[in-house]
């Protein structure tokens, strides 16, 4: 299993047990882990990037130190998928997707890991502080989930990145 930073904590700690006391001693909170009950449902949950959130690190560090445990190379910053995003706001964007979202999910790199982008949109909506919004980035036009979002009675806005035509911003509020 290769170690990155949307891999699901329970499964990096089925592949690598040793990483557990390094995991928990970056994240406290996460020593209720050694209960097996709390280890299927949270862990299932849980991104090694919330790790390093709830340890106040920086994911891409936490990561590469996994990596490095387990004997993996280190991933550079192109590797880490960083997204270059032009949020400008133009005149016939909704007044609501005005600002920073609150959260941004990389649906690209979701699907390359075999993920569904719907799940962790999903999980963040859950958290999303009244009055923002999530930013959903993909390579393609998400339609299914703009339909799961609308039918949720979501508010949302699709559209093309100015700087590139082939990044599709989805906001979800």
Known sequence: ?????????????????????????????????????????VGKLATLEKVAQVGGMDPDRLVNTLRRAVGQAELSPEHAAR????????????????????????????????????????ELLGQLAPGRFLLLVTNFEPSPILEAMRKQERRVFHKTSGANQEQHLTFIG
Do not use: H
């Open 1 to 41: 299993m290769e170690i990155r930073r949307l891999s699901k904590l329970f499964d990096v700690l089925e592949a690598y047990p040793e990483l557990e006391a390094q995991i928990m001693n970056i994240a406290p909170p996460f020593k209720s882990l050694k209960n097996p009950v709390l280890r299927q449902t």
């Open 83 to 122: 997204l270059v995003l032009d949020l400008q706001r133009k005149e016939q964007d909704p007044e609501w997707v005005s600002g920073e979202p609150e959260f941004i999910v990389n649906g690209t790199e979701l699907l390359q890991q075999g993920e569904v982008p719907l799940g962790r949109v999903n």
